[in-house]
Nanobody, 117 residues
Framework: QVQLVESGGGLVQAGGSLRLSCAAS?????MGWFRQVPGNEREFVAS????????DYADSVKGRFTISRNNAKNTVDLQMNTLKPEDTAVYYC?????????????WGQGTQVTVSS
């Protein structure tokens, strides 16, 4: 079983930066960040794989966001730079705990990110 706790959300002006952190307990093979605006579907933001370290990003955040793993703290962080008002959403981290499968079977509770113009 994997438990996930996000932190680091908040209010920032456009052009600013925030760093989200997802503390994970348990064994996972891939971790992802997603975001959701009320009334919209949850959308993929970024992901990282445990064994290969491969990272993937949504086109909308490439070059601005960086996903990384902090081994010492057992967290997966999302560094968000050059934030835009359209980045405003609730951000969720998710984990895949089943090797050889795709998708995510554990989710955090979410953290609000608000970018003011």
């Amino acid at each position: 079983q994997v438990q996930l706790v996000e932190s680091g959300g908040g209010l920032v002006q456009a052009g600013g930066s925030l760093r989200l952190s997802c503390a994970a307990s348990g064994r996972w093979y891939a971790m992802g960040w997603f975001r959701q605006v009320p009334g919209n579907e949850r959308e993929f933001v970024a992901s990282i794989r445990l064994n290969s370290g491969r990272t993937d990003y949504a086109d909308s955040v490439k070059g601005r966001f960086t996903i990384s793993r902090n081994n010492a703290k057992n967290t997966v962080d999302l560094q968000m730079n050059t934030l835009k008002p359209e980045d405003t959403a609730v951000y969720y981290c998710a984990a895949n705990s089943e090797v050889g499968t795709t998708g995510y079977n554990y989710w955090g509770q979410g953290t609000q990110v608000t970018v003011s113009s």
